[in-house]
């Protein structure tokens, strides 16, 4: 192989630092990918993070480049691009956050009262197997209270059914998750960027035992 030809991997490198000097540019939210300077500073510390053994290893140690998603995530997020690593899961090829993470990016963002799950009723007081979140806005002082997760639902939509699925082991824990992920759909979607929580996916894809992976995998 001719020694002058280089890996693409390199070429990327090479362009980031060997872009043109300018004013130094922080990585903040939505400019990562802004301009070279910015994305320069991003992956000089992508680089860094690279470097540590506290970070996932599978997935993040030595690889710099997807340590660069992983900022962009946590610039997107609001929390710390550890926080991200740890709670960034691969379900069958699709990224999706942790059932803990969906329900703690609620309380960080800073627009609502910490979440609370409520247990089902009948009306005669006995208790039924399904939750709902609620949590107060803080601008507005308004209760905002998700739709409920039942057991009938689950039973209709199968989830129960699934490979390995986890409702039949751990229901309260999954009606949590899922109240979380109802209540962030209907109130506040951004938190999320976007994304599915990885027992959304799983319930519906199936909970075959893999790797868990904390990664977005750049192609």
Known sequence: MDENVKTPEAQTEEALTTAPQAQAVSPTPGNIWGSMEAMKVAYNMAKMLASSSLIPKDQY??????????????????????????????????????GQFCAAAINACGKFSPLEYVQLLEEDGKTLRGYY?????????????????????????????????????????????????????????????????????QDVRGWESEKKKTVIALD
């Open 133 to 201: 979140a609620q949590a107060t806005r803080l601008s507005t002082g308004k209760l905002c209270v998700a739709s409920p997760v039942t057991w009938e639902m689950v039973k209709k939509e199968g989830w129960d059914k699934k490979s390995g699925s986890k409702w039949l082991s751990m229901p309260d824990l999954m009606f949590h998750y899922r109240a979380a992920a109802f209540f962030v759909r209907e109130f506040c979607p951004e938190v999320l960027c976007g994304l599915q929580t990885a027992e959304e996916v």
């Open 61 to 98: 140690q030595g690889n710099p480049a997807n340590c660069l998603i992983a900022l962009e995530m946590a610039n997107r997020t609001g929390f710390s691009p550890l926080h991200v690593m740890q709670n960034l899961y691969i379900i069958q090829g699709k990224p999706s956050w942790s």
